[in-house]
């Protein structure tokens, strides 16, 4: 259920917890779904979805070479996710160029030196992260769902 989705992204926290202040999946995915095409907007929001059941793995050990079969699972689940809330399995390109875009305005606000072997994947954005509390992301995430999906909880 989109619920179960909601809250338990609105309780993981970006880069597995290593930052100053807690800063959720589901907001994340909230400023994704404003950032790439409207059209594209519901598969933005639910773009992490599989990480509700599955947690977040941080991106250097999923590219590790180790975790081909949780790279699986995850592109597995998500495509079941998407096809039941956005009706296809597909990612458009639009919401993997704003989760990057997101990933560089994250990482310029809650990491303010960033380690010198690492560049930002994309030009950050404007927006202003919240820090939203767990209960206010779950709300916030759920209520950006109704508006795309036009299915009220």
Same mark, same amino acid.
């Given at each position: 259920?989109?619920?179960? #989705?909601a809250?338990?992204?609105?309780?993981?926290?970006?880069?597995?917890?290593?930052i100053?202040?807690?800063?959720?999946?589901a907001?994340?995915? #909230?400023?994704?779904?404003?950032?790439?095409?409207? =059209?594209?907007?519901?598969?933005?929001?639910l773009?992490?979805?599989?990480?509700?059941?599955?947690?977040?793995?941080?991106?250097?050990?999923?590219?590790?070479?180790?975790?081909?079969?949780?790279?699986?699972?995850?592109?597995?689940?998500? =495509?079941?996710?998407?096809?039941?809330?956005?009706?296809?399995?597909?990612?458009? =390109?639009?919401?993997?160029?704003?989760?990057?875009?997101?990933?560089?305005?994250?990482?310029?606000?809650?990491?303010?030196?960033?380690?010198?072997?690492?560049t930002?994947?994309?030009?950050?954005?404007?927006?202003?992260?919240?820090?939203?509390?767990?209960?206010?992301?779950?709300?916030?995430? #759920?209520?950006?769902?109704?508006?795309?999906?036009?299915?009220?909880?």
């Amino acid at each position: 259920k989109i619920q179960d #989705i909601a809250n338990a992204l609105s309780k993981q926290c970006r880069f597995s917890g290593q930052i100053q202040e807690f800063y959720s999946v589901a907001e994340h995915s #909230i400023y994704v779904s404003y950032l790439c095409n409207q =059209e594209d907007a519901l598969f933005g929001l639910l773009h992490d979805a599989s990480e509700a059941y599955l947690v977040d793995v941080p991106r250097p050990l999923k590219q590790s070479g180790k975790f081909q079969h949780y790279i699986d699972a995850e592109k597995v689940l998500q =495509e079941m996710i998407y096809t039941k809330y956005c009706n296809s399995p597909k990612e458009p =390109e639009s919401v993997k160029k704003a989760d990057m875009i997101m990933l560089a305005t994250e990482a310029n606000q809650v990491y303010p030196s960033l380690r010198s072997d690492w560049t930002l994947p994309a030009t950050p954005s404007i927006i202003k992260l919240n820090f939203l509390n767990h209960n206010k992301a779950r709300e916030a995430f #759920i209520n950006r769902f109704a508006e795309l999906s036009g299915i009220t909880i």
